[in-house]
């Protein structure tokens, strides 16, 4: 038995050191960090509509922007559209022109942002059940919280007594900036969100305030709190995104993290804040890598002196791990990584 369980974990192993140095070879060979950055605008948005047939939306849009060399994430249910892409500006406003076209659409809110061309290198259009994986049946967006657009989001934090800021992300976002006091659910992944609220019961009478990136999973995050007994609950309307846009250095502290090459993007564009540290030497650091050891692959923030010392490893265990023979090419690439502060893999 125990044999078989050994074989087991020996051979996932070795597929995670291989899918490891394959990953080394294509980043390495894709991306040249002293390329030029051409400027390229990323939208955000996501839609809660009923579409019928998910599989063929997401077969012919994928085709669109095969054939428009579009790039970037986008999930579609039969529930609606969750996406992020990006490309110059004139193919942005022909993506936008193509999705409103579509009556279902039609009223969509585009957040934009700026990235270059390696904020995403590939498109991906996937269909799945939910637009937020969650997991808890009969959650619906439509019974969220009330929205609350970001001048009335300060006013209800400088006026209320009775409110408590709740950051909807998971604890990786949150370290690397947040609203000043906010009540952290220290998640690595939405899907905990029933057993994190298990720990904010007290809060039940509060005034709560929640918010996440875009919006989208406050939407189903709210309607959960509230099946789960919390009353008075909020949401930041599109979320830190649109915050950052309206009144950036009022309650907000840090930079925003986003799920793509840019990872950090700054709130306030005037000075540029770092509340995280290194998870070595705990000094102000705002870089995530992700750990040299492709079994443990944490995602972690590291100074450029530790990433060196302790090899892009999170431990000195990982730092001795046993390393795959083709990933000889591993440190090199890492270093580059590093010095590209580009790639970036989230489980
Ligand atoms: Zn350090
Ligand atoms: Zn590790």
């Known amino acids: ?54 599989e063929q939306w997401a077969a012919e849009h994928l085709k669109w922007c095969r054939e428009n060399g579009i790039k970037g994430r986008i999930l579609v249910a039969k529930i609606g559209l969750n996406g992020s892409c990006a490309g110059p500006r004139d193919l942005m ?28 290198t590939k498109i991906f259009v996937r269909v799945r059940d939910e637009l937020v994986t969650m997991k808890v049946p009969g959650v619906k967006a439509e019974n969220g919280g009330i929205h609350l657009p970001p001048e009335e989001f300060n006013k209800m934090i400088e006026n209320d007594p009775d409110v408590v800021l ?53 939407e189903t995050g709210t309607a959960y709190l509230k099946m789960r007994g919390f009353k008075n609950v909020y949401q930041l309307e599109g979320g830190i995104h649109t915050y950052g846009q309206k009144s950036p250095d009022k309650h907000w502290e840090g930079k925003m993290f986003v799920f793509d090459r840019r990872v950090a993007v700054p709130i306030n564009h005037e000075k540029d804040q770092v ?4 998870l070595h030497c705990e ?32 431990s000195d265990a ?19 990584r590093y010095a590209s502060k580009r790639e970036i893999i989230i489980n």
């Open 1 to 54: 038995m125990s044999e078989q369980i050994n074989a087991a974990e020996l051979a996932r192993q070795q597929r995670l050191a291989r899918k490891a140095a394959r990953r080394a070879q294509m980043e390495s060979t894709k991306i040249d960090p002293t390329a030029p950055r051409i400027p390229y605008v990323v939208l955000l948005y996501y839609k809660y509509v009923h579409i019928e047939n998910p």
């Open 93 to 120: 406003e022909k993506y936008k022109q193509k999705l409103t076209s579509d009556q279902r659409f039609s009223d969509i809110i585009f957040k934009e942002d700026e990235g270059d061309q390696f904020t995403f």
């Open 166 to 218: 709740v950051d909807m992300r998971n604890k990786y976002e949150y370290d690397l900036g947040r609203f000043k006091g906010a009540v952290a659910l220290e998640m690595d992944n939405f899907k905990e969100l029933p057993q994190a609220v298990d720990k904010i019961e007290s809060l039940k009478d509060k005034k709560i305030l929640a918010y996440c990136t875009g919006g989208i999973r406050c």
């Open 275 to 278: 509340i995280s540290g290194c």
């Open 283 to 314: 000094n102000a650091c705002d870089v995530y890598i992700n750990c040299v050891n492709a079994a443990c692959n944490a995602l972690f923030i590291c100074c450029e002196n530790c990433a060196i010392k302790m090899e892009n490893a999170c």
């Open 318 to 336: 990982c730092k001795a791990h046993q390393r795959d023979p083709n990933e000889k090419d591993y440190m090199s690439m890492l270093q580059r």
